[in-house]
T-cell receptor
Framework: ETGVTQTPRHLVMGMTNKKSLKCEQHLGHNAMYWYKQSAKKPLELMFVYSLEERVENNSVPSRFSPECPNSSHLFLHLHTLQPEDSALYLC??????????????FGQGTRLTVV | AQKITQTQPGMFVQEKEAVTLDCTYDTSDPSYGLFWYKQPSSGEMIFLIYQGSYDQQNATEGRYSLNFQKARKSANLVISASQLGDSAMYFCAMREGDWSGNKLVFGAGTILRVKS
């Protein structure tokens, strides 16, 4: 496998469910990210992990809980979500956590619907 | 304040013609990078082109070129010889030089439709 892989691609969950989104990269990158893309809104950065340490938490509600067990894997644990949390959740990785010229490579996203 | 502004919600272009997608940015950092991404309906964000703030020449990658006007703080994407497969959402993004959590900040995007 190459690139950034996200599973599942689609997820429908009730407001009382607990689920997890998974992201995996085999690019040897040191930084990983979660973005939220809602309809008609710019991509919102949720979390940044650099060398497995969380370095950014953009005022995200606690019902979203990230986990980065190693530099290749990133999870987003979901619980008691609201319908407004329905969105496309994109994972990305980049080689360097600090270099300004480092592009991010994205997965195909998980389309989440909360019912 | 908005860091990245894309003023064109949607654009149409005839196949084989060129199209320019606008992007303006706001930063006080002298070191920054500007990126363009393409997002087809499948959802994946595909990196297209990069321009560094210290680069003397405009970036080019195949049919993509970046019209970088530093004084105006604009970084417009030019797609030459448009193809039907270019129909997608296009995002302009910026990464600033200070250690701000390594944020890549995106604009609202422009939907491009290529007509045959």
């Amino acid at each position: 496998e190459t690139g950034v892989t996200q599973t599942p691609r689609h997820l429908v969950m009730g407001m009382t469910n607990k689920k997890s989104l998974k992201c995996e990269q085999h690019l040897g990158h040191n930084a990983m990210y979660w973005y939220k893309q809602s309809a008609k809104k710019p991509l919102e950065l949720m979390f940044v992990y650099s060398l497995e340490e969380r370095v950014e938490n953009n005022s995200v509600p606690s019902r979203f809980s990230p986990e980065c067990p190693n530099s290749s894997h990133l999870f987003l644990h979901l619980h008691t979500l609201q319908p407004e949390d329905s969105a496309l959740y994109l994972c990305a990785s980049s080689l360097s956590p600090v270099e300004v010229n480092t592009e991010a490579f994205f997965g195909q996203g998980t389309r989440l619907t909360v019912v | 304040a908005q860091k990245i502004t894309q003023t064109q919600p949607g654009m149409f272009v005839q196949e084989k013609e060129a199209v320019t997608l606008d992007c303006t940015y706001d930063t006080s950092d002298p070191s920054y990078g500007l990126f363009w991404y393409k997002q087809p309906s499948s959802g994946e964000m595909i990196f297209l082109i990069y321009q560094g703030s210290y680069d003397q020449q405009n970036a080019t990658e195949g049919r993509y070129s970046l019209n970088f006007q530093k004084a105006r703080k604009s970084a417009n994407l030019v797609i030459s010889a448009s193809q039907l497969g270019d129909s997608a959402m296009y995002f302009c993004a910026m990464r600033e030089g200070d250690w701000s959590g390594n944020k890549l900040v995106f604009g609202a995007g422009t939907i491009l439709r290529v007509k045959s």
